[in-house]
């Protein structure tokens, strides 16, 4: 064989196998699919979820207690809810700026279109509300995480306002 074809085989057969397609990033049922509006979502829903902390945690901490995995350590384990509560308000910050920069960056005032989609994203948590068992909205509380796709989008929407804000303010004098 040549070396030219040798090579070839040998990298043939080193090659990585194709990966596997992405899966489609999809909105959350009810959510907005416009991105400031959709961010505004995520803030709202966010927002509902750090709120209730303080209501399910002493029923968190009973389940946690009565469904012990073998060898794992309660303190352990609430110290889960405490990191998750610290990032989501790292989130809020991030969330916050973003809506903020998208509307001084907007020549219309989306504010109000903003404060709708916050209550649309609180309104997630209204699901357990009264009626519900205080163990099914805990569990409900414990199992919900945040929609990897808002941090994304927050992140692009604040980037692209950086610049559309700029733009609008090149004739702005000095």
Same mark, same amino acid.
Request: glycine share 6%; proline share 6%; with cysteine.
């Given at each position: 064989?040549?070396?030219?074809?040798?090579?070839?085989?040998?990298?043939? =057969?080193?090659?990585?196998?194709?990966?596997?397609?992405?899966?489609?990033?999809?909105?959350?049922?009810?959510?907005?699919?416009?991105?400031?509006?959709? @961010?505004?979502?995520?803030? #709202?829903?966010?927002?509902?979820?750090?709120?209730?902390?303080?209501?399910?945690?002493?029923?968190?901490?009973?389940?946690?207690? =009565?469904?012990?995995?073998? #060898?794992?350590?309660?303190?352990?384990?609430?110290?889960?809810?405490?990191?998750?509560? &610290?990032?989501?308000?790292?989130?809020?910050?991030?969330?916050?700026?973003?809506?903020?920069?998208?509307?001084?960056?907007?020549?219309?005032?989306?504010?109000?279109?903003?404060?709708?989609?916050?209550?649309?994203?609180?309104? @997630?948590?209204?699901?357990?509300?009264?009626?519900?068992?205080?163990? &099914?909205?805990? =569990?409900?509380?414990?199992?919900?995480?945040?929609?990897?796709?808002?941090?994304?989008?927050?992140?692009?929407?604040?980037?692209?306002?950086?610049?559309?804000?700029?733009?609008?303010?090149?004739?702005?004098?000095?």
């Amino acid at each position: 064989m040549t070396p030219l074809l040798l090579a070839f085989a040998l990298f043939a =057969q080193g090659a990585a196998p194709a990966a596997a397609p992405a899966a489609p990033d999809r909105l959350p049922a009810g959510a907005p699919a416009d991105d400031y509006q959709f @961010v505004a979502w995520c803030y #709202g829903a966010l927002r509902g979820y750090l709120e209730m902390h303080d209501e399910v945690m002493p029923e968190v901490t009973r389940i946690e207690t =009565q469904f012990r995995r073998p #060898g794992s350590n309660l303190a352990d384990d609430m110290k889960v809810y405490a990191d998750m509560r &610290a990032d989501g308000r790292s989130k809020l910050t991030q969330f916050q700026a973003a809506l903020t920069a998208a509307e001084k960056a907007s020549l219309r005032p989306i504010n109000v279109v903003g404060a709708q989609a916050v209550q649309l994203g609180r309104a @997630v948590w209204t699901v357990h509300a009264s009626n519900t068992t205080k163990a &099914a909205k805990a =569990q409900a509380w414990m199992s919900w995480t945040l929609p990897a796709r808002c941090e994304t989008v927050a992140k692009d929407l604040e980037a692209r306002s950086a610049l559309m804000g700029s733009a609008f303010r090149a004739d702005a004098p000095k």
